[in-house]
DNA sequence: TCACTCGAAATTATAGGACTAATGGAGCGG
DNA sequence: CCGCTCCATTAGTCCTATAATTTCGAGTGA
C-alpha cells in the first residue's frame, strides 16, 4: 500500500508518514507473530525509497520502539523500552489499542502527577498563570452553560495548571495529559450527562490563588480520584 | 571536526555519534544565538554524507529538539517542546548543562512520582518483584558495610520499588530515575560521609512487604524529602 | 567426534549524485 | 502602493554503489 493512499492524514512527508503507519503496525502488535521486515522490504512494500525508509526507521528507533543492527535486521523493541512519555507513541497507544486498563494506568499516573502540580502552582505560579487557570475555568462554567467545548475547555484548565508548576517536568505532561484526555473522549462519553464537576474545579482555582498548596493538592486529588473511581466502575461492569 | 576523532564515546556509529554531538550542543544552547547549519553545512563540517545527517536531524526531531522546513531550514525548538523523559536529552541536560536548580525541579518531580509508586508497589506487586525490593535493600546494607557500590544500590532499591508498582508509566521513569541519580553523584558526593539512609528504606520494604500502601507512601516521600531537603540547603549556601 | 577457523551471505551503514517540491523574498508590472 | 511572478534556497525523494558487521555453516585438523 502506497503511504499516499492511505484515507487518514498521512503526515507532512512521506517519512512521517511512514512514522505514522509503522508506529501504528507496532503498537498494535502487527509484529509480535511475525519478524518485522527488512529496510529493502518495507522500501518495496510501501512504495518509497530506502532512504525515506531509513529516516523513519531511525524515528522508531529515537522512540525506543526499534532496534537495527547490519546482518540481524530491524527488530521490534519490548513495550517496557518504549518512550511511553512521547505523544506520538501514547497516541498510537490510545487510539489503536485502547483499553480500560490503559486508562486505568494512566489516571493512576494522574494521581501522582496533578495533585501535587496544583501545589507547586499555588507556591510559584505568577499572576499570568493563575490568570490563564481561571481563563480556564471560566470556560468550563460557559461550556457547562452551552453543552460546547467542554472537553477542550476541560483539558485547558489542567494544563493551566500544569504550566503554572513553573517545573519542566510537571510542564512535560502538558501534551501527554491533553493527548489521552482527547482520545478518551469515547470512553468518557458513554456516560451521557457526566461532566467534569464545576465545583471541585473551582476549589482548585480557589486554593492556588490563595496560595495554599495543601488544599490545592486535596481538591485536585478529589478531582483525580473520582475519574478513577468511574473507571473502576466501569471495570468492573465489564 | 571528524566524529571518530572525538576522544569520549561515540556510540554505535556515524549517525548515532553525530546524534550525541548535536543533541549536546544543542541542549547546552550552542544555536541560541547562531541560527542552526543547514543539511548541507552539518555534512560538511563533520565530514560525513548527507544521508547520515539527515538520519541523525531526524532523531533529534524524534526527540523534540529540531524541526525541519524546506527553505527554511533545520531550527532548534524551544526547550519547552524538547522531551524531557528520553533519557538522551535528560543525560545532555544533566551531564552537560547541570545545576542545582535542575536537580531540585526533578526532585519535585520524584516527591510526586516515587511515593505513589511504593504505594502502588504494596497494593499490586507479586513476590518476585517484592524479592527484587528486598535484594535491593539487601544491597544497599552490603555497600554500607564496604563503602563500595552505595550508589548503584541506591539507584537498583528505587528502580525495583517503580518496576514493582505494576503500572507501565510508573516504570517508565525507571531509566530517566537511573540516569539522573547517576549523573548527580558528582553533586551527592560532596556530601562526605552522607549515604542514603538505611532505616528509611527499610521502612519502605517493610510497608511494601505488609502490603501497607499508605505507610509506604510515607516511607517513601521522607527519603526524597531528605533529599530535597539537602538540595534546598545548598542552594542557600550557594 | 569435536572444536576451531575462515569464508560467504545477509543486512544495515555510508557515500554521493541527481532531481523534485515547497517556500520565502526580490523584483517587476500594474 | 499593491499584487503577481519568478528565482533562489533548502529540505525531500530516489537511486546506485560500496563498506562494515555479524551470523551461519562449511571445511579442516586434531
Same mark, same amino acid.
Given at each position: ?15 512521517? *508518514? ?9 503498537? @498494535? ?23 525515506? @525508509?531509513? &529516516?523513519?526507521?531511525?524515528? +522508531? @528507533?529515537?522512540?525506543? +520502539?526499534?532496534? /537495527? ?33 490503559? +486508562?486505568?494506568? !494512566? ?11 496544583? /501545589? ?23 461550556? &457547562?452553560? @452551552? *453543552?460546547?467545548?467542554?472537553?477542550? #475547555?476541560?483539558? *485547558?484548565?489542567?494544563?493551566?495548571? +500544569? ?5 519542566? !517536568? ?66 468492573? #461492569?465489564?
Amino acid at each position: 500500500m502506497a503511504i499516499e493512499e492511505r484515507g487518514d492524514s498521512a503526515g507532512r512527508n512521506l517519512t512521517f *508518514g511512514m512514522l505514522e503507519v509503522l508506529g501504528r503496525a507496532i503498537v @498494535t502488535g502487527a509484529y509480535e507473530t511475525e519478524r518485522f521486515p527488512t529496510e529493502a522490504e518495507l522500501a518495496v512494500e510501501h512504495m518509497v525509497s530506502r532512504s525515506v @525508509t531509513r &529516516e523513519a526507521v531511525k524515528m +522508531l @528507533t529515537a522512540k525506543g +520502539l526499534l532496534t /537495527a543492527r547490519p546482518r540481524k535486521g530491524t527488530t521490534v523493541q519490548p513495550s517496557s523500552s518504549w518512550n511511553l512519555f512521547d505523544t506520538d507513541v501514547l497516541r498510537w497507544l490510545l487510539e489503536r489499542k485502547f483499553s480500560l486498563e490503559l +486508562l486505568r494506568q !494512566f489516571s493512576e499516573l494522574r494521581i501522582a502527577i496533578e495533585p501535587e502540580a496544583a /501545589a507547586l502552582a499555588a507556591r510559584e505560579a505568577d499572576a499570568a498563570a493563575v490568570a490563564e487557570i481561571r481563563s480556564g475555568y471560566e470556560r468550563m462554567e460557559a461550556a &457547562e452553560a @452551552t *453543552g460546547q467545548d467542554t472537553l477542550e #475547555a476541560d483539558i *485547558g484548565f489542567h494544563v493551566a495548571v +500544569l504550566n503554572a508548576s513553573a517545573n519542566p !517536568f510537571y510542564m512535560q505532561f502538558r501534551d501527554v495529559v491533553a493527548t489521552a484526555l482527547r482520545t478518551s473522549i469515547r470512553f468518557t462519553n458513554r456516560f451521557k450527562g457526566r461532566t467534569a464537576s464545576l465545583p471541585a474545579h473551582h476549589r482548585v482555582l480557589a486554593a492556588i490563588e490563595a496560595g495554599d498548596g495543601g488544599a490545592a493538592r486535596t481538591a485536585m486529588a478529589a478531582i483525580i480520584a473520582d475519574v478513577m473511581a468511574m473507571i473502576e466502575d466501569s471495570e468492573r #461492569a465489564g
